[in-house]
């Protein structure tokens, strides 16, 4: 095999099945590449960009939600949480979700039904999405 095989899987959908170059992901530790005869791996993987370079050279840039990695024998698994092609990012959603994750967590000591830790990782999704958006498109 002269490339890597990728597979992205949400909940949701098949997000990317192919063959790649590599792929950098944002690890708890850290971001880390995955090049061709990699050693074997699994990781999970906190909220932010995602880069792929295809076998054809071109790279997609996605932003996600956190997840895991599987890498074994030149073929790559990742279980998104969430997952979206910085070209696809709708900034008028990312700007509404990030208000109202701010408008919940503003509330959080006046409303006790506030899930604070729910609210955090919809911020963090939101932030992550419009800096993704603002960065990959100059």
């Given at each position: 095999m ?9 909940p949701?959908?098949?997000?990317f099945?192919?063959?790649?170059n590599?792929?950098t992901v ?6 880390f590449?995955i ?8 990781s ?7 880069k792929?370079?295809l076998?054809?050279n ?5 932003a996600?939600?956190g997840?895991?990695?599987e890498v ?19 900034v008028?959603r ?17 409303d006790?039904?506030?899930d604070v ?5 919809a911020?963090?999704r ?13």
């Amino acid at each position: 095999m002269s490339a890597l095989f990728l597979e992205i899987v949400t909940p949701a959908k098949s997000a990317f099945k192919g063959e790649i170059n590599s792929i950098t992901v944002p690890g708890t530790k850290g971001s880390f590449q995955i090049l061709l005869n990699h050693a074997p791996i699994v990781s999970s993987l906190e909220v932010g960009h995602i880069k792929v370079e295809l076998a054809d050279n071109s790279v997609h840039h996605y932003a996600t939600g956190g997840g895991t990695i599987e890498v074994n024998n030149n073929k790559i698994l990742l279980l998104a949480d969430s997952i979206e092609l910085v070209k696809d990012i709708d900034v008028e959603r990312a700007l509404s979700s990030k208000e109202r994750a701010e408008e919940r967590l503003a509330r959080r000591n006046s409303d006790k039904d506030i899930d604070v830790q729910r609210a955090e990782l919809a911020l963090a999704r939101a932030m992550n999405r419009l800096k993704l958006k603002e960065k990959i498109n100059k």
